[in-house]
């Protein structure tokens, strides 16, 4: 006789993949008829903007566009000129668990750009790029936590309840942000744009019913050139905030947001040359967490009859450890010439690594730091360096890490006696999880036609408590239940200390 089950229903994601895809573009590029030929590149900086990404069975494919700004001293009189390139990119990944239905968060990052000049009219550019890639995947699992049956059929039922950190939901948005900027007046105005870099500094994310909240700023910088061929910058500060929906999660999750660029533009509205219109296209990637019960029949037996039932292993997850880890950068980057100043300082992360060591796990990343500086002779040039970072945390028990690296707070680079003093921040944002493997039981049989077979058995035994036998597994094994033992020995507790001598007598 087949008995009924109380199933419950766990929807979650499951990571199916967690890595770094990397890849190499390289184009060649003739200069405009409008540009003046290149005398010497100072500078070659690059913004990766993601424009698809999607999933089919199988494989993963994403797609962007690698904007690199080369700037570069023209041959003959006049001021620093640019040249805006688009380098298109795409990365594609096959694995047979990725499914049409499965949902990506991806976070490009440019690991190099460099330009070499072929002749004054024709360059070679070269991008090294990384995907930080996640891929989720909806799962709906059955879970038998009971079976529903009289006490004629003599079933006995443990269940058990365990806390499951899971992943809920996994959004995205697209938004568009446009303003007028006016630069200071204690800055002179522009006559042309000759390149802007903006970095995401994300803020509060938190869940209010069944929305995410997202809030953060935008730092916009921008170089120009001056009405005196003179180069010049000006930063501004745009506050953002975002709804998301997070239907089907409470207000307890824990909601992490990434935020990356699909476009940006930037230009002199004005002809003034104090006001620059600037529009960004941007993607709000939302991976919600939260701590759930799940209660299992873990096992089950009757008293009277012979049963079966199909065993299992659910896999769960429990949190181990949270937060973010600080790390500050302070160091010298020696260049031959004298640094008058400093114009611009760019620091983004690198390539990454976790590795173990005892119970500690070591996460190092590379802060990558490009800062454009003036001589005492007037000519800017470009100053490269790549520092290491590594924060360790104790993970004992804990085997999966989530970990994302985040450039932070304000970088500074100042002119030394042998280079440049370069302090920047690095957040090393975690989450440490512990697996656990649960026994299941379901799909219970009961044979009424074999009943069990008590006689010749002795009415009592005696037997001693074995080093972690539960009161549980003795009575299953001896067909009996856990309150005629607790009963016969006067016990009030459920479980017995090792070595302890029990009285099992037989259920009649």
């Known amino acids: ?45 690059c913004t990766l903007f993601l424009g698809n990404k999607e999933t089919q069975d199988g494989r993963a494919v994403l797609s962007g566009t690698a904007r690199v700004s080369v700037l570069y001293e ?122 802007q870099r903006a970095e995401i500094v994300p803020g509060e994310a938190r869940i209010i019913g069944t929305k995410l909240i997202l809030k953060g700023e935008i730092h916009l910088f921008i170089l120009y050139q001056t009405k005196d061929n003179n180069p010049s910058s000006a930063r501004f500060e745009l506050p953002y905030s975002q709804i998301m929906d997070a239907q089907g999660t409470g207000e307890e999750a824990v909601p992490t947001v990434d935020l990356l660029m699909n476009d940006m533009t930037c230009g002199l509205s004005d002809g003034e040359g104090r006001t620059i219109s600037v529009t960004l296209s941007l993607m709000a990637q939302a991976v919600i967490r939260e701590e759930r019960a799940v ?16 065993r299992s292993v659910l896999d769960l997850n429990t949190k181990a450890g949270s937060g973010v880890l600080h790390q500050a950068v302070r ?3 020696e260049v031959p010439e004298n640094v008058n100043s400093v114009v611009d300082l760019e620091a983004r992360i690198g390539r990454t690594n976790v590795s173990r060591e005892g119970n500690e796990l070591i996460v190092s990343a590379e802060a990558c730091v490009n800062a454009l500086c003036m001589g005492d002779d007037g000519r800017m040039n470009s100053v490269k360096r790549t520092f290491p970072v590594t924060t360790r945390m104790e993970a004992e028990d804990a085997d999966n890490l989530v970990v994302d690296p985040q450039i932070s707070g304000e970088n500074i680079a100042t002119p030394a006696s042998n280079g440049i003093e370069v302090r920047i921040g690095m957040d090393f944002r975690y989450l440490l999880l512990k697996p656990q493997q649960v026994a299941c039981a379901s799909n219970p049989v009961l044979d009424e036609k074999a009943p069990r077979d008590t006689m010749g058995k002795p009415s009592v035994v005696l037997r001693s408590v074995a080093q972690g036998e539960t009161l549980w597994e003795i009575a299953r094994d001896y067909a009996t239940t856990m309150n005629d033992i607790m009963q016969a020995n006067g016990m009030e507790e459920e479980e017995p200390l090792s070595g302890q001598l029990l009285l099992i007598p037989k259920r009649r």
């Not at 994601?13 to 390289?26: A, F, I, S």
């Not at 990384?130 to 891929?135: D, N, V």
């Not at 529903?148 to 269940?159: D, I, R, Y």
Request: glycine residues 4%; charged residues 25%; hydrophobic residues 35%.
């Open 74 to 195: 023209p041959d003959g009189e006049g001021g620093p000129c640019c040249l805006d390139l688009s380098v298109p990119w795409t990365s594609t990944l096959d694995r047979g668990d990725i499914r049409p239905n499965s949902k990506i968060t991806a976070i490009p990052r440019v690991l190099g750009a460099e330009t070499r000049l072929l002749n004054p009219r024709k360059v070679l550019v070269r991008v090294e790029l990384a995907l930080a890639l996640r891929i989720y995947a909806p799962q709906t699992s059955d879970i038998c936590c009971g079976v529903n049956c009289g006490e004629e059929t003599g079933v006995q039922q443990q269940k058990k309840s365990y806390k499951n950190y899971m992943v809920s939901n996994v959004q995205e948005k697209n938004f568009t942000f446009s303003d007028d900027l006016a630069i200071s007046g204690n800055k002179p105005p522009a006559e042309k744009i000759l390149r």
């Open 295 to 310: 209660e299992v029949l873990s096992d089950l037996y009757s008293i009277l009859y012979d049963m079966k039932a199909t």
């Open 1 to 45: 006789m087949e008995l009924e089950q109380c199933l419950s229903h766990l929807n979650c994601y499951d990571t199916v993949l967690d890595t770094t895809l990397t890849r190499e573009e390289t184009m060649e590029f003739i200069v405009p008829d409008a540009c003046p030929d290149i005398f010497r590149v100072v500078d070659t900086s």
């Open 331 to 333: 160091e010298i980057a």
